[in-house]
């Protein structure tokens, strides 16, 4: 079941971090209160502008962080270690 949007941060136990529903989705702002409340505000902003919203890594896909990784390998390190 979706929560409905609030203006305040809501506790995932789980996970121990603050979250917002945005758009009917789960964002995971932050584990400091404080902070969760400052990424709310920037995403809600954002909503309302009509801009794409920032995705941190912590929303990524885990194939979009891996191909992230391995094109770094790649760009900083020797081509036995990216081959590796």
Known sequence: ?????????????????WC?????????????YKAACRKLKIIREQVAT???LNREWLGAPFAEL????????KARKEQA????
């Open 1 to 17: 079941m979706v929560r409905k949007t609030s203006d305040k941060p809501w506790l995932h136990a789980a996970s121990q971090f």
């Open 20 to 32: 917002s529903t945005v758009r009917g989705k789960r964002e995971y702002l932050d584990k400091d």
């Open 50 to 52: 009509g801009e794409p």
């Open 66 to 73: 891996c191909d992230e990784f391995l094109a770094d390998t």
């Open 81 to 84: 270690t990216y081959d590796g």
